[in-house]
């Protein structure tokens, strides 16, 4: 566990960018680790926390959730339309919404719960064919429809493409946001997140370089 080497990294990232450690939420990425290792950083009291799976979620939050008060967990992978009911009652934020179509299923969805995870919009800042967002062409006009329908709308996240130097993604996402109105930056991963918090990220998520490889599936 080497939470406290990523603070200090954190801290000094920010410390070089003339920005507040407080504006940034660090996501431990916590997706494929064994227990001890995620259990070992809510020891430390740790509470912010990412997975990428519903299902993968749904086997070990809701316990650390009545362990530890104030776990705040936020979904960052693809989300079906069938597992958004689960996604809504498990998380409080979901960084993957990439379709009206979604965005109108969660709407209807926290409606019935009563009960609404922040969203961030994910863009395809590499308008890669086979990965999910919405093309950056396309963002503005989502971004509206999908603020319309009255959902609480935080911000925009992207991953950039693995063999693209991450910073122009940084910097168009950080661009589409501030012409949106939007303050919320999902960006920045293990290999990037000093960078992306340069750029303004708010919400950085970093899994590997807390928790070591990932091991189970
Ligand atoms: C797995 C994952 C991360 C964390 O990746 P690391 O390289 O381990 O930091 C961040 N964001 C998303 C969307 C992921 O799926």
């Known amino acids: 566990m080497t939470l406290p080497a990523i603070t200090a990294r954190l801290d000094a990232a920010c ?3 003339d920005r507040s450690p407080a504006e940034i939420t660090l996501i431990a990425v916590s997706k494929m680790q064994p227990p001890d290792r995620v259990q070992a950083v809510l020891d430390a009291g740790h509470r912010a926390f990412g997975e990428n799976r519903v299902q993968e979620a749904q086997g070990k939050w809701p316990a650390w959730r009545d362990a530890y008060d104030g ?8 989300l ?16 993957s919404v990439d379709s009206l179509k979604l965005a109108t299923r ?10 609404s995870p922040d969203l961030f919009v994910q863009i395809d800042t590499g308008e890669e064919a086979q990965k999910a967002g919405i093309p ?4 503005d006009a989502a971004i509206r429809d999908i603020r319309a329908l009255d959902l609480p709308v935080k911000g925009l996240m992207c991953i ?7 910073s122009l993604h940084f910097a168009l996402l950080t661009r589409i946001a501030e012409r949106n109105g939007l303050t919320g930056l999902s960006m920045g991963m293990s290999a990037d997140f000093e960078q992306a918090i340069a750029f303004g990220a708010t919400h950085v998520r970093v899994g590997s370089a807390i928790f070591g490889d990932r091991v189970t599936a």
């Open 80 to 95: 079906q339309s069938n597992k958004v009911r689960a996604a809504v009652q498990l998380f409080d934020a979901i960084h």
């Open 160 to 166: 950039p493409p693995a063999d693209e130097a991450p």
């Open 136 to 139: 950056p062409a396309d963002a």
């Open 15 to 17: 410390a070089a960018a």
């Open 106 to 115: 969660i709407a209807d969805i926290a409606g019935q719960e009563g009960r």
């Open 71 to 78: 776990v705040d967990l936020h979904l960052i992978g693809p």
